[in-house]
C-alpha cells in the first residue's frame, strides 16, 4: 500500500519498539473509523519496492507487533445494522406534516437524549509481571455518570443536563463546600447512575419547562414547543399527563422503535 508514510525500515519493524510511522497510520486510521485488518497492516508495513533491503511483514512479525505496540483485534458493535430503514422514512413525512399543521418552527422543536460519560477510565489492557499478575485488584477504574442532554433544532436554546451519578454527595463536594443547586446540571443519584422515569419527569417540570418558556418569551415567539424523545425506559408513554398544567404548552413526539440511529438528532 501506498502512502503518505515514508519507506519503513527493517530494523524498526524488527527491533524492541512498534514502527513509528506504523503507530501514526494505524491511530490516524482508526480516529477515521476504517477497518484495519492484520493483511492491510502488514502490507503497509512491507517495505517499499525500491528499497535495497526487501522485508515481508509476516504473521509472526505481525504478532511481536502486537505484542509491542499493545494493540487488539475488537468486534465493531452499533445499532445501526438493526435499524427500521422503513419506517424512518415513514416517520419523516409523517413529522414533517405535523411540523407544517401546528406550526412549529426550529426555535421551538427540542431533542433530548441521554449518553454515559466514562469520566475516570482506565485503559482495558496492559502488560505486567507474572508476579503482579498473581496479586488480586487488577480492577480497571470505570467511574461514569449518565447526563440527558437536550436543545432546540436552531441552536439557540441549550437546556440545562440532568446528571445522574452514584454517590449524592461525592467526597469532592464535602471538602470544597459545592452546593449541587449552583452547578450548571440538575443533580440526581443513584446506584446504577441511570436515569430514571421519576429523574426525567423532575427534569421536564423544574428545568426543561421553564427554560423554554423563558426562552420563548424572550424572543417573542408563540409559547409552545415540541419535545422529541426515543423510547428509552426512563421515557415511558404519557409523559404529558405528569406534567403540570402551566407547562401544557409542552407536547411530547415518541420516535418509532429502531430508528433512532437514523432520525435521533443528539445520537
Not at 59 to 83: L, P, Q
Not at 105 to 119: A, K, P, R, Y
Not at 173 to 185: A, C, D, N, T
Request: hydrophobic share 35%; net charge positive.
Amino acid at each position: 500500500m501506498k502512502g503518505p508514510w515514508p519507506p519503513l525500515s527493517p530494523l524498526w519493524a524488527r527491533g524492541p519498539a512498534p514502527p513509528t510511522s506504523v503507530m501514526v497510520w494505524v491511530t490516524e486510521k482508526q480516529l477515521q473509523g476504517d477497518t484495519l485488518t492484520q493483511t492491510i497492516i502488514c502490507e503497509k508495513t512491507s517495505i517499499d519496492e525500491a528499497s535495497e533491503e526487501s522485508f515481508k511483514a509476516s504473521r509472526g512479525w505481525f504478532e511481536n507487533f502486537k505484542k509491542r505496540s499493545g494493540i487488539h483485534s475488537v468486534v465493531r458493535h452499533g445499532e445501526t445494522a438493526c435499524s427500521d430503514m422503513k419506517a424512518a422514512e415513514n416517520y419523516i413525512k409523517t413529522f414533517s406534516d405535523l411540523i407544517k399543521a401546528q406550526g412549529y418552527i426550529s426555535q421551538q422543536v427540542f431533542n433530548c437524549d441521554e449518553t454515559g460519560l466514562f469520566w475516570k477510565k482506565m485503559p482495558n489492557r496492559t502488560y505486567i509481571t507474572a508476579e503482579e499478575k498473581m496479586m488480586p485488584g487488577h480492577k480497571p477504574m470505570k467511574d461514569r455518570l449518565t447526563l440527558a442532554l437536550c436543545a432546540n433544532a436552531s441552536g439557540d436554546c441549550k437546556i440545562k443536563p440532568l446528571l445522574v451519578y452514584h454517590s449524592e454527595n461525592p467526597r469532592a463536594f464535602r471538602s470544597h463546600k459545592i452546593l449541587k443547586e449552583k452547578l450548571q446540571v440538575m443533580w440526581r443519584s443513584n446506584p446504577k447512575a441511570w436515569v430514571t422515569r421519576k429523574f426525567f419527569v423532575e427534569w421536564v417540570n423544574l428545568v426543561f419547562g421553564p427554560t423554554v418558556k423563558k426562552c420563548l418569551q424572550k424572543n417573542n415567539l408563540p409559547v409552545q414547543a415540541l419535545l422529541i424523545l426515543d423510547n428509552a425506559p426512563a421515557h415511558l408513554p404519557y409523559l404529558e399527563d405528569d406534567i403540570p398544567e402551566e407547562l401544557k404548552f409542552i407536547k411530547v413526539l415518541y420516535l418509532p422503535p429502531n430508528t433512532t440511529p437514523i432520525l435521533q438528532p443528539m445520537d
